[in-house]
């Protein structure tokens, strides 16, 4: 039985294999088991050397099954070593990552440049009024901008802003002067898309009132914006224009220095004294809110700018509407640059 016994357990290719062989010999009802519980049948003088003899056999089977064990584990612990090792040397896998919209990266830019004089940075609400958007910016009923074609409006009466200049009126409302803000967010215009239109665009709005802030101010703060953007050689050119919220209106342009090719003057936008009727109109929204009336008599200016323009030029894009049709060979080109 020994012989066979270590032939089985040599034989045994698996740790369940190797426990059948055990249970088989020395389990509880095992064939050497069996032979020790069969010694109180054999007469009392053969009983001690019998019982020597199946002990050394159980001992023998016993020693083979332990070492047998121990290699089996040993050999089982080598494979899952081997299927589960991790080359440390293999480089890594690239992990997809983001980066900031042209468009944010212009906001970052300019606001840096409004941060360092002194200003806030606020936001307001997308869906607005007729009286914030126009009535109280002195924009009359005639004003083209009230047009159809370029609102879009709500059924409920309300609109999608058509600039930031109603958070003039908002923030003017709620704060007295002397102060100093720039609004970001996005607008709407109810027009046809081309490269340079878009229904959907952003605006970046300036409003500085206190003691007598002059023109020269407002020209003094673009000069400085365009210095910021473009470098100490930058030049800005303000050229008359009407807004119905300003009061004399200006358009500004920059020089822009192109390093890749042609120069130009870049149109960004309007700007002017705050007009008059603004102050009145915010300080009869303050009244009926029971604050006091503040504005009246004192003198600001506010200007407003299209990003868009900006990282247009700065980043080569030819067409505005690349900027949200998250096209990723547009937006890929800026990935991972914060
Ligand atoms: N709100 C104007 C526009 O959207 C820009 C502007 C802002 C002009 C402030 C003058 C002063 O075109």
């Not at 958070?167 to 898309?193: D, L, N």
């Amino acid at each position: 039985m020994q012989d066979t016994a270590l032939q089985d357990i040599r034989s045994a290719e698996t740790l369940e294999a190797l426990q059948a062989v055990k249970t088989k010999y020395v389990g509880k009802s095992g064939l050497v088991t069996k032979e020790l519980g069969s010694l109180g049948k054999l007469p009392p003088e053969e009983r001690k050397a019998r019982g020597a003899e199946i002990n050394a056999v159980r001992a023998a089977i016993q020693a083979a099954l332990d070492e047998r064990e121990s290699v089996l584990k040993r050999a089982a612990l080598d494979a899952r070593l081997q299927s589960e090792a991790i080359d440390v040397t293999l480089p890594g896998l690239p992990l997809p990552t983001g980066g900031l919209h042209p468009i944010n990266r212009v906001y970052d830019d300019l606001i840096a440049i409004y941060r360092r004089l002194g200003y806030h940075v606020v936001e307001g609400p997308e869906v607005e009024d007729e009286h914030h958007n126009f009535e109280a910016l002195n924009v009359p009923w005639y004003h083209p901008a009230r047009d159809l074609q370029d609102t879009f409006w709500l059924e409920d009466g309300r609109l999608l802003r058509t600039h930031t200049s109603p958070m003039q009126v908002r923030y003017m409302v709620e704060h007295e002067p002397p102060f100093k803000i720039v609004v970001r967010g996005k607008v709407y215009r109810y027009e046809a898309t081309d490269a340079t239109h878009e229904s959907m665009f952003h605006q970046l709005e300036g409003l500085v009132v206190g003691e007598r802030v002059s023109m020269s101010d407002l020209k003094g703060t673009i000069a400085e914006m365009a210095r910021g953007l473009y470098g100490p050689s930058a030049r800005v050119r303000f050229q008359p224009s009407y807004y119905p919220f300003v009061e004399p209106g200006a358009d500004f342009a920059v020089y822009w220095d192109n390093p890749r090719g042609e120069s130009k003057w870049l149109e960004l936008g309007g700007s002017g004294m705050v007009h008059p009727n603004v102050f009145k109109a915010v300080d009869d929204l303050r009244e009926a809110a029971g604050k006091p009336r503040v504005y009246e008599g004192l003198t600001g200016f506010a200007f407003g700018l299209g990003p868009e323009r900006i990282a247009m030029l700065k980043y080569g894009i030819p067409d505005i509407r690349y900027f949200y049709a998250n096209d990723p060979r547009v937006i890929g080109q800026f990935r991972g640059e914060l």
